[in-house]
């Protein structure tokens, strides 16, 4: 879709536009497509690489500019940029049904494959794969929100997995024993996969017990197997909750 907007002669293209009413009046933004939601998820930061102007209009397709004194009475301010951001929270995107289907469908494998890497079978101690996540979600009939971020949802779809199914949101303890001449490779290797390293000690060998995400739990298992040809060792030593309260999903 091509905008051609008259008020300063700028072709807008590839447009994704954000809708919002306020005190009865209608505002839109122009953004890039597929940035809308990287910013709504926290993925993108920076505001100019979402909006393709900073300008607000009541009608982004006719290049229509809202007035300065609209723009106040609704929000309170005439500070296009807070005022995009407003729009950008709370708007709705405005997208053809078949983008909206496909938006929502990667949304939902999204959040099945955060609920997959952050959670475990707390009888089991081993992680779910994500397509046991996403069948449990279509079971729960759980309804992707296409205004709320995916780790957002993640949350929430775990507290209602916990009333169907035995899932508990938790780090999984590790101990792993690595010869010493693999001892300082793999430890690097390892590095990004590591959550806390709650005890470690190299002597003869590379000993250490660590906490770490459930969904890395195969691939620290993985590399530790076959960068040591089968010498390594990894033990689950016990799961560790998270706590109820932590709302935040790093």
């Known amino acids: 879709m091509s905008i051609f907007t008259p008020t300063n002669q700028i072709r807008l293209t590839n447009v994704a536009v954000v809708r919002m009413k306020k005190g009865g009046k209608r505002f839109e933004i122009a953004c890039y497509k597929n940035k809308v939601m990287g910013w709504r998820s926290g993925a993108e930061k920076d505001l100019d690489e979402v909006l393709q102007t900073n300008t607000v209009f009541i009608n982004v397709s006719k290049g229509q500019v809202a007035k300065k004194e609209d723009l106040s009475k609704a929000f309170g301010t005439d500070d296009l940029t807070e005022i995009c951001k407003q729009i950008l929270a709370k708007g709705e995107l405005q997208v053809s049904d ?37 069948r449990a979600m279509k079971e729960i009939h759980y309804s992707v929100k296409a205004n709320k971020s995916t780790k ?22 590790l101990r792993f024993v690595l010869p010493a001449k693999d001892g300082k490779r793999l430890k690097d ?6 959550k806390v390293v709650e005890s470690e000690d190299f002597d003869d060998q590379l000993e250490m017990v660590c906490l770490i ?15 040591t040809k089968g010498k390594g060792t990894l033990e689950v ?7 109820e309260g932590d709302e935040r999903l790093e």
């Open 237 to 243: 030593l016990s799961l560790k909750d998270v706590e």
């Open 152 to 173: 957002q949802q993640a949350l929430e779809v775990i507290r209602q997995l916990k009333e169907s199914m035995q899932i508990q949101r938790a780090h999984m303890r």
């Open 213 to 227: 995400d459930p969904g890395c739990f195969r691939e620290v298992d993985e590399l530790i197997r076959c960068e």
């Open 98 to 134: 078949k983008e909206r289907q496909s938006q929502l469908e990667q949304m939902f494998r999204d959040i099945a494959t955060i609920v997959a890497e952050k959670c475990v079978n707390p009888e089991t101690k081993r992680p779910y794969t994500v397509s046991l996540i996403e």
């Open 189 to 194: 290797k390892l590095k990004p996969l590591i």
